[in-house]
């Protein structure tokens, strides 16, 4: 009714149909030139549409939430059309987006020479300018090398893995029979307390820690929102939540500053060894705190609700993985001995294919964000200086050409991909190239001290119907609510 109505007007004056018409003229006009520009110069860009909405083009429709299991309805459909690489208009540029397996690696590879990891302003500006995930060149490998150091320290520390198994038996024991809890908020209990610990030294029990967690749930929400900063928006919350994860890191950083201004020991953590051994300002420090803490675990806890999702799915995994971890528990038994340690991490043979069928599957990160920093050629396409590349990192993970039924369920695959070691069924969860995820062996390690427990302790099933869902950080839309039983 309404738009009829303002259609009649408009048709009934003739001054309102021409203003109309001009303006329609303009925007054609306008459009052409912005889009035939690139044309000229670049003879062979990949096909597709650089239409959409003013600014932000498609970015509305490639962000719809879809089964992990999948690229979703608008990546499919444009594959479909226009096969794995396309373009498209993105986060307010014109964009390649690459499902193509080869181009994904040559991007990764290329990085900082052809391309370049470019996060969108609204992501940058809640995870903070100096967070590793936004920064590029010299500041970067300085950065980076502090995370990598502070992982392979932490390995060379006797009761690392005891640490991380503690972790894990706590949060399992104080599961209770036949109630319905949400196991993809204890795996992140469990990942955050761990991450916690081994960055600032801080516990649960000390009540600035459950504040921290609760602020950074809140600062999550607003990283896959759209970035408009009006009250009650998402986006306004997580910058909000930002300062205040931000205040509580900086009163860390004040202890350990005075610790080591008095000459004591202090605490042994990341945060205590960055204000000894390092220059960074202040600022810099707590953004890479903030970034290892959101990127070491928020993926490794999607990653073990994932493993619970697909076990429960798939007894017959279930029952080899309990086998395994039986052995290696019965062994312990008779030497004696109760924590587990490295050499049996490495008898857990079943496991790591179980743990890479789960990120294949999962697909935890969907893709990753680049620009191109020159004019590149791939296969004959052009991709333009300063166009957006996006890596589809779970294309490869979805392939029937790589991964034969890539939807069922299949940890048995990897025991054949081992015997027939082929380049192409690498797991790209971790990225690749300079920017390797740092955290990968920890997460694995993760995973695997917490199925050992959780195998031996329980049976589980789903509560209530739930799925993986890429937001496109990886959720559960119910939680992933889940009841245990004792075996
Ligand atoms: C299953 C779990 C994990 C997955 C799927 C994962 C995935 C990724 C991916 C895809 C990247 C690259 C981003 C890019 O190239 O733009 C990355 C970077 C990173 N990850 Fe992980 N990650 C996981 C666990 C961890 C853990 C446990 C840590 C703990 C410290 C961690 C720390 C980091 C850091 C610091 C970076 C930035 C590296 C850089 O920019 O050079 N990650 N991760
Ligand atoms: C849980 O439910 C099962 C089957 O319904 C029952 O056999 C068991 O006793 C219950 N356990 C507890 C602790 O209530
Ligand atoms: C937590 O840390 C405090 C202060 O360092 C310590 O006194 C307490 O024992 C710790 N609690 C646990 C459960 O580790
Ligand atoms: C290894 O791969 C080749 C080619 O894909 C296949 O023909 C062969 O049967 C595989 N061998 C094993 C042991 O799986
Ligand atoms: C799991 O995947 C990684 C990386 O793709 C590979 O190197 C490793 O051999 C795989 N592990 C198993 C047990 O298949």
């Given at each position: 009714m309404a738009t009829e109505l303002l259609l009649i007007t408009f048709l009934s004056s003739p001054i309102l149909l021409i203003t109309l018409i001009i303006t329609l003229l303009i925007i054609i006009i306008f459009r052409r030139r912005i889009t035939s520009d690139p044309e000229n110069k670049y003879r062979?860009?990949?096909?597709?549409?650089?239409?959409?909405?003013?600014?932000?083009?498609d970015t509305i429709p490639f962000m719809r939430p879809h089964s992990a299991a999948s690229l979703g309805e608008f990546v499919d459909q444009k594959i479909a059309r226009h096969g794995k690489i396309f373009k498209v208009k993105l986060f307010g540029k014109p964009t390649i987006v690459s499902a193509d397996p080869s181009l994904n690696r040559f991007i990764l590879q290329s990085e900082e020479r052809l391309f370049l990891c470019s996060y969108p302003k609204g992501v940058e500006n809640i995870m903070g300018k100096w967070s590793m995930l936004a920064l590029t060149g010299e500041i970067h490998r300085e950065m980076r090398s502090i995370a990598l150091s502070f992982i392979s320290n932490l390995k060379l520390k006797a009761d690392f893995l005891s640490d991380i198994e503690e972790q894990a038996v706590e949060i399992i024991s104080a599961w209770r029979e036949n109630i319905t809890f949400s196991a993809h908020e204890e795996a992140k209990k469990f990942a955050f307390n761990l991450m916690v610990k081994y960055l600032?030294?801080?516990?649960?029990?000390?009540?600035e820690t459950a504040q921290l967690r609760k602020e950074y749930t809140s600062f999550m929400n607003g990283?896959?929102?759209?970035p408009i900063n009006l009250p009650g928006t998402a986006y306004r919350k997580a910058l909000q939540s930002r300062l205040i994860i931000l205040k509580i890191i900086g009163n860390k950083l004040d202890e350990k500053v005075q610790n080591t201004e008095e000459g004591l020991q202090g605490d042994d953590d990341l945060l205590a060894s960055v204000v000894k051994n390092t220059d960074l300002k202040r600022e810099q420090i707590l953004d890479l705190i903030l970034s290892i803490l959101f990127a070491g675990h928020e993926t490794s806890s999607a990653a073990i609700s994932l493993a619970i999702y697909f076990l429960q799915s798939c007894p017959k995994a279930l029952q080899q993985l309990r086998e395994e971890h039986s052995k290696i528990s019965k062994r312990k038994m008779e030497m004696g001995e109760t924590r587990l340690n490295w050499d049996d991490y490495k008898k857990m043979e079943f496991t790591k294919c179980v743990i890479n069928e789960t990120l294949r599957l999962g697909n935890i990160v969907k893709f990753l964000h680049r620009k191109a920093i020159r004019d590149v050629q791939f296969n004959g396409y052009d991709i333009p200086c300063s166009w957006g590349v996006i890596p589809i990192i779970s294309a490869e993970h979805l392939d029937p050409s790589i991964?034969?039924?890539?939807q069922q369920f299949n940890p048995w695959r990897w025991q054949i991909i081992l015997s027939n070691?082929?380049?192409?069924?690498?797991?790209?969860?971790?990225?690749?190239?300079?920017?390797?995820?740092?955290?990968a062996e920890l997460a694995k390690l993760e995973m695997a001290m917490l199925l050992h427990h959780l195998v031996q302790k329980y049976e589980w099933e789903l509560a209530e119907k739930d799925f993986p869902v890429s937001?496109?950080?990886?959720?559960f839309p119910n939680g992933l609510p889940i009841k245990v039983h004792c075996v």
């Open positions: 062979n860009l990949p096909p597709g549409h650089l239409g959409g909405w003013p600014f932000i083009g600032m030294s801080m516990n649960m029990s000390m009540p990283m896959a929102s759209i991964y034969e039924d890539p070691v082929s380049k192409n069924n690498m797991i790209m969860s971790f990225s690749g190239g300079p920017r390797l995820c740092p955290g937001f496109p950080f990886l959720e």
